[in-house]
């Protein structure tokens, strides 16, 4: 095959995956919407996608923001700006490393997982058993992933914030000097409800990401175990890279 | 609807994949009551046919009739409802890893009717006596039973809603002799209790000649012979005699 074949190929490959997501995507969200709603579905969602994953995002979250408190206090020290510290914090924090962060662990915990399990059902044709059942797979399986992973999302930000924030009170009052009153107090001051908007939306539309990238890798994987695999390994790729893009994006659009 | 009309009708089924005509105009009517078994080699297109009847895949010509409607020419909901009318029994049993084995065999009455779960556990339980499984395997998960077990509970889930049609996909690949003839059994019990019609797809021909009424030969992406049971040793069809010998040597060219 000559190079500029090649090329086209290449080409064509993509925009026929760009249509392909786009139009799974639709259906995807259509089916949060449409009856039947299963409910218990979205709670066991809530749980396995939201619950679970305190840990991992707790644990991101207080070590970045105590990492953050460290930086900022050695940046600013040279233009005499250290007791810019809780405020840089907590800014950084919320408008993007708690949302952006948070979704890249979770792009790596629950992508990977909806696309493993969604494309084991799909290898071992549970996905056509549940069609021969007279129920939805779009419904029953995809749209509680869905509603749970944007519903969650934005909640799980909201403990990354207080967790981050925290981990710059504890690095700033244990090793740098800070008053433990004083940094809660220029935390709260400087903080805007723009601020953590901004980042709640953030995770609600990563939450939408994490959750559609993986049904979509999962629900059209073939081949077996390497199907699979493959599927997980994309959904978590995908994820991450439409996760920064939308990070873009959003915060464009929000500071103009 | 007169009686004559065939309950279900594939009508010059064509199919394309990874650039095979794997169908290539089938055509077969089954008769209400009727129990058809389709043989053919591997990678004949055998389930092809049965996800193509059954609306798991889009035929690229031809038409998939049932009672006499046009399955394609339908709209969702109706389609849904035809549906209703299928019972399936896959291949590994395609039973749901997440649910105990009453929840499988209850899908559609939980998920598809909302039946309240007591009566739903009820019908699922009596329908697990029919099939000859223990009640006390209800509450265990799919992988604490054995392949014949899960068979057995994969075949009280297409039996539970009384389909008009119940479609078997190698009812007894993997299984030993004895509880191979012991599925064969149960099939044909079930069908003659439910008084449905039956299309299986087999290579194995002990269990062709235990469940058919009629066996029909799929090569070369059609139907090439079709007969009873009692006329096949006979067929005076070259095909269809070095398939039902296991003969490598013939007109059929092995794919090893």
Redesign the interface.
């Given at each position: 095959m000559t190079p500029f074949r090649q090329i086209g190929h290449a080409t064509f490959a993509v925009f026929r995956e760009t249509g392909r997501f786009a139009n799974f995507t639709a259906r995807a969200a259509a089916a949060c919407f449409a009856p039947?709603i299963?409910m218990s579905q979205i709670w066991r969602q809530c749980l396995q996608i939201g619950y679970f994953s305190l840990p991992v995002v707790g644990l991101t979250a207080v070590f970045i923001g105590a990492a953050l408190a460290l930086n900022i206090y050695v940046g600013g020290s040279r233009f005499n700006a250290e007791s810019f510290v809780p405020n840089i914090v907590v800014l950084g924090i919320t408008r993007e490393l708690g949302p952006v962060l948070a979704g890249l662990m979770l792009a790596g915990r629950v992508s990977a997982g909806i696309a493993a399990e969604i494309g084991?059902?799909r290898v071992?044709?549970?996905i056509?058993?549940?069609?021969?059942?007279?129920?939805?797979p779009f419904r029953?399986l995809i749209a509680p992933r869905i509603t749970a992973a944007t519903l969650t999302l934005p909640l799980l930000v909201i403990v990354a914030d207080i967790i981050g924030v925290m981990g710059g009170y504890l690095v700033a009052t244990r090793s740098l000097d800070f008053n433990g009153a004083t940094y809660l107090r220029n935390t709260v001051d400087f903080l805007e409800a723009a601020d953590v908007n901004l980042g709640l939306i953030k995770a609600a539309v990563f939450g939408f990401i994490i959750s559609v990238m993986g049904a979509f890798q999962g629900y059209h994987s073939r081949g077996g175990a390497l199907g699979v695999g493959r599927a997980t390994t994309n959904a978590v790729v995908g994820a991450a890279v439409l996760i920064l893009a939308a990070n873009y994006l959003i915060t464009a659009v929000y500071v103009d | 609807m007169s009686t004559d009309t065939p309950k279900l009708q594939l009508i010059g089924l064509k199919k394309r994949l990874n650039n095979r005509q794997v169908l290539d105009g089938v055509d077969l009517d089954v008769a209400p009551g009727q129990s058809v078994v389709i043989i053919g080699g591997s990678g004949v297109g055998k389930s092809v046919t049965l996800?193509c009847a059954?609306?798991?895949m889009k035929p690229d010509a031809g038409e998939v009739r049932v009672d006499g409607v046009h399955v394609e020419r339908l709209k969702p909901r109706a389609r849904?409802e035809q549906?209703?009318k299928?019972?399936?029994l896959?291949?590994?049993a395609?039973?749901?890893?997440s649910l105990t084995i009453w929840e499988n065999i209850a899908?559609?009455l939980l998920?598809?009717?909302?039946t309240p779960r007591a009566e739903a556990k009820a019908r699922a339980i009596e329908a697990m006596r029919k099939v000859r499984l223990a009640p006390e395997f209800a509450d265990l998960r799919p992988v604490e039973l054995s392949g014949g077990m899960q068979k057995r509970a994969g075949l009280a889930?297409a039996i539970i809603a009384k389909p008009d049609i119940l479609?078997f996909d190698e009812p007894t690949t993997g299984l030993d002799p004895i509880t191979a003839d012991a599925i064969n059994d149960l099939i044909v019990d079930m069908v003659k209790d439910l008084g449905c019609s039956a299309v299986s797809i087999t290579h194995d021909m002990a269990s062709a000649r235990k469940i058919a009424d009629e066996i029909a030969m799929l090569y070369g992406g059609k139907i090439i012979w079709r007969g009873r049971p009692s006329e096949i040793d006979a067929s005076g069809n070259a095909f269809v005699d070095q398939f039902v010998s296991g003969r490598a040597e013939g007109p059929i060219q092995a794919i090893v």
């Open positions: 039947p299963y084991t059902m071992t044709e549970q056509d058993a549940m069609t021969t059942l007279s129920t939805d029953f | 996800k059954l609306g798991l849904a549906m209703r299928f019972g399936m896959f291949q590994g395609a039973l749901f890893d899908f559609r998920y598809a009717d909302h889930r479609f």
